[in-house]
Nanobody, 116 residues
């Protein structure tokens, strides 16, 4: 059974930083591509960052230069380091994995609120 468990969300002031973690089970993590998405109520879920099994990454234009996705294969965990946070980064952040058959798996989400 695939499980993705996010942590690290919270309330932070504009300009601050947060680091999200997503711990996985039920997948062969070292071969898995992983991604972070976010969703604001009433809007579509959007891709924030993704990382391949080989470590290549890509980012949404809105977070380039501020966010960094990384992975620790020994811990079956993917991270999202978020710096220089803005109010528009406020959202629920989801960890995601899509398997070779196209099935998407999601965590429960973690709330990030950027506000003074």
């Amino acid at each position: 059974q695939v499980q993705l468990l996010e942590s690290g969300g919270g309330l932070v002031q504009p300009g601050g930083s947060l680091k999200l973690s997503c711990t996985t089970s039920g997948i062969i993590f070292r071969f898995a591509s992983m991604a972070w998405y976010r969703q604001v109520t009433g809007k579509q879920r959007e891709l924030v960052a993704a990382v391949t099994s080989g470590g290549s990454s890509n980012y949404a234009d809105s977070v380039k230069g501020r966010f960094t996705i990384s992975r620790d294969n020994a811990k079956n965990t993917v991270y999202l380091q978020m710096n220089s946070l803005k109010s528009e980064d406020t959202a629920v952040y989801y960890c995601s994995h899509t398997d070779v058959w196209g099935r998407a798996y999601w965590g429960q989400g973690t709330q990030v609120t950027v506000s003074s």
